[in-house]
């Protein structure tokens, strides 16, 4: 196990109808807020009615900005910022899912920043400061309501970039399952492979011995396959609502990468494509781990085995370890079929003329490697992409 | 799942050589604090120089208060808080175990306080500040390093209560797995009993559908009984004692029972033993944990069935239920005794004279149940002190 440092100040409120409380919340902040929201769909569910009921109850004062998109754009972030300098806005309350929280979490950070907020994603700058984000949650999926991360797409060029910093953890985070009962199958879908990507980006690990985290992930991951299929059949289950979108802020909020490093590469090779494409991340995801496996699992034959048998409980082949991987990659696949997700390429319509492309951008021309469990170069890339595909 | 709120500020530090930053983050709280501790181990074992020494290079001046001893006494806890209030101290730092960080969480609320701290812990008053603590740990065991409680003795009568409050979660705690090598086996395997019971009490719950928190709490059950016989022949290993010791956070620190009621009956039950005969609180749970469940498993058969089937390996019965679970108890007996712990009360020498005493007080005379998942009475409890004797 490595050294490390835990510190989660991530306030969880946690329940039916929570999100009446959110004013409670916010004026032990500020008086005087943003509220960040998507596509609107917060306005058909009755969401937006209760949060500003609640808001004015608590006597906070409010401007908006709605239409943060999936992949969030550079564009609105600096929209954001420009309305809290202009009307001295010191508190963002992002309402929607991941996409709507790391585009909270960037305008906090470029708000009290002199230079431009996209320094801070291509490592030009480092912030000393930021506003105070709180969060009502709708998708259990990107793990950011309880994560020190964020990641913005700048349209110029279509860069994806994450970037990460205790400044952002929110200051609290509501999460009632039931705002999940509206969501269409295919993002409930996508949100489940975020999720078990976190999971196994934690889990494939180059650190010996973390036993605790390994079992912890597993119990994570079981949890999600256990219950998606579930909501996909019953939309307003709650207990398997609850079940997952608990999950998706433990998958993600440190806890389960104590003392471990994490891998990533997966995450960094599907950044490109919905960079690109525009696809769902969740379905990006789901079409490059697979791919990364049969590519990597070869450099820790014992940890893969042992991820199969817990979490798909292949039964294991004492004999012949890799038939009991090869099985488990099966059981994946099939897996993210059963809750319509693609496994290739092909299936999101993803022709292979830019995979050259994608391999370059994904390492900067060649000049670094991704990959915390298994380095990989521009041709490794490359050729997981070339997996994909088929 | 019940609704909840989670919201754990604690700091965790953890790993090799961390004792050596504490001045770094004492003096982000203060430049004056009592240094509390126990018995004078910490002296032995150098980690008091390296303490002072920290302390001293970031400027800061304390006051000691030593001779913490198990089941910590009021009789300490009143005489830290006129030290504090003598010399204006406003930070309190415990260097040891679950025993040392109690009494500093007491002290840290009585400074503050007009009336006498023990108010607290019956119930009388309820604390509107504390001063902060901050902890290095020496004994994997209480979890009392990043929790909200607190239990102390008086002397006055033998009671041993227990209090809570988000006031005392410790500000940071200092975990580094090297300075448990040298603790005594039976103190080893008292710690890894109190681990165990902190996540049997959450687990044996009447709260339906809490299926992530069941996996979660397995996983660390089981990540405790594989490494405790490790560290037992291998003092210093230092991995099995990562695992030991972050472990034993992550059992108490109220994220394993988020959504869920826990039981905390054989606490309770434990407590009256520890009281009167001043057994280390794991061996009395060794004793009362295996005979509190052969008086409750009737409640909820399929929920004892799956924790000793994924917890203990018990070969499920499903013809006969009850048989994993008389397997399991023999099992878990098993490994307690292999540990070095009693399963009865004959073998810690305590005599069945006084079970009808310790049932009275541990119900208060009749008028109160114990007990979340099964509400125990005093006959209850009696019956359970008689299962313990054999």
């Known amino acids: 196990m490595e050294n490390f440092i835990f510190h989660n100040p991530t306030k969880i409120i946690f329940g039916r109808g929570m999100e009446n409380e959110v004013g409670k919340e916010v004026v032990k902040f500020s008086r005087k807020i943003l509220l960040h929201y998507g596509g609107g769909s917060i306005k058909q569910t009755g969401l937006y009615d209760r949060v500003v009921t609640s808001l004015k109850n608590a006597g906070v004062e409010f401007w908006e900005l709605g239409g943060v998109k999936p992949n969030p754009r550079l564009s609105l972030v600096r929209e954001g910022i420009r309305i809290c300098r202009e009307q001295g806005i010191d508190f963002i309350l992002a309402v929607g899912g991941g996409s709507t929280i790391d585009s909270a979490k960037a305008i906090a950070l470029g708000v009290p920043y002199q230079g431009d907020v996209w320094d801070f994603y291509t490592w030009k700058a480092e912030p000393q400061t930021a506003l105070p984000v709180g969060t009502i949650l709708t998708i259990p999926a990107a793990g950011s309501e309880s994560s020190p991360s964020s990641v913005i797409t700048n349209e110029d060029g279509w860069y994806k970039k994450g970037f990460g910093s205790d400044l952002i953890y929110p200051k609290f985070s509501i999460l009632n399952p039931e705002l999940a009962f509206t969501l269409p199958k295919y993002q409930v879908a996508c949100g489940a492979s975020d999720i078990m990507a976190h999971l196994m980006e934690r889990y494939f690990t180059p650190t010996a011995n973390v036993e605790l985290t390994d079992r912890l992930c597993e119990a994570t991951l079981k949890t999600i396959i256990n219950n998606v299929p579930t909501v996909l059949e019953e939309p307003d289950n709650y207990d398997a609502w609850a079940e997952i979108m608990w999950a998706g802020t433990v998958a993600h909020n440190e806890l389960l990468n104590t003392g ?25 995801l789901a079409v490059i781990f697979p791919a990364w496996i049969k590519y990597n699992y070869h450099h820790n034959i014992p940890l893969f085995a042992q991820y199969f048998t817990r979490v798909w409980n292949v039964d294991h082949s004492f004999s012949n370890p890799e038939q009991t991987i090869l099985e488990g990659i099966k059981r994946l696949e099939a897996f993210y079929h059963r809750i319509g997700l693609p496994t290739t390429l092909a299936e999101i319509n993803i022709p292979a003329d830019r995979l050259e492309e994608m391999a370059d951008k994904c390492t900067d021309y060649g000049r670094y490697k991704v990959g915390g469990f298994v380095k990989l170069n521009r041709d490794d890339v490359l050729k997981i992409y070339q997996l994909a595909s088929k």
Chains 1, 2 share one sequence.
Do not use: N
């Not at 891998?263 to 950044?271: G, K, L, M, N, R």
């Open 260 to 284: 471990r490093l994490g891998d990533w590469a997966s995450h960094q090779i599907e950044h490109e494509l919905s960079g690109i494409y525009d696809v769902a991340h969740g379905a990006g």
